[in-house]
Nanobody, 121 residues
């Protein structure tokens, strides 16, 4: 499966943004989808995941502000980001992998190019 994240941009603190993950190739609905981000000077970190049956999990830092969803008909996943903070500034990536409910990024075999989200203070 090939993945491509899009929809990033510049937003003011407190604002909202929705980024998308488009998938092509093998059956999208058979994979769990994870969102990860890499902040400046930091390692890539888990943000959210959505399982094959729609189960969701979030990093503590985004819980209550971000919502992950998927549209299996159109082979897309989304990350709705609300109440954004400057510390959310990062390149956001989507990944696909076996549905183990795992937050470990090593569980996701396929990653696309990221999309940059910049939150200004």
């Amino acid at each position: 499966v090939q993945l491509q994240a899009s929809g990033g941009g510049l937003v003011q603190a407190g604002g909202s943004l929705r980024i998308s993950c488009a998938a092509t190739g093998r059956a999208f609905n058979g994979y769990a989808i994870a969102w990860a981000r890499q902040r400046p000077g930091k390692e890539r970190e888990f943000v959210a995941l959505i399982g094959v049956r729609g189960g969701k999990s979030y990093a503590d830092s985004v819980s209550g502000r971000f919502t992950v969803s998927r549209d299996n008909t159109n082979n897309r996943a989304y990350l709705q980001m609300n109440r954004l903070k400057p510390e959310d500034t990062a390149v956001y990536y989507c990944g696909a992998g076996v549905d183990l409910g795992s937050r470990s990024l090593n569980n996701y075999d396929y990653w696309g190019q990221g999309t940059l989200v910049t939150v200004s203070s």
